[in-house]
């Protein structure tokens, strides 16, 4: 099976309290960018993803481990979940960027 739809949670601060919603359409693969502006707030967005057919979803290290597992459990594992991650070299940009 392809990967046709798709979607990446990240944090903003200003967003929407039920996410910022940017989509991506190539004809072939569909990508929605949700921003919200607190990691909770992507339990809620994660679940209507996947009601709405997402075959995966991304989200990023603003989440942290923390958020990123919670986001898996209610989904309840129904699409796989990946976590974007820096390596140790970037730990104090990202730190400061985030901080």
Known sequence: MALTH????????G???DGEVNVVDT????TVFVGVAKPEQGIEV???LVAEGVQL??????FGPVWAGR???AIDGAVPVG????GPEAVDQVHAIFA
Request: neutral net charge.
């Open 57 to 62: 979803i991304e989200v990023c290290g603003g």
């Open 83 to 86: 976590v974007v991650g820096y």
């Open 6 to 13: 798709w979607a990446f949670l990240y944090t903003a601060d």
């Open 46 to 48: 994660a679940r209507r």
């Open 27 to 30: 004809g072939m693969c569909r």
């Open 15 to 17: 967003s929407a309290a």
């Open 71 to 73: 986001v898996i459990e």
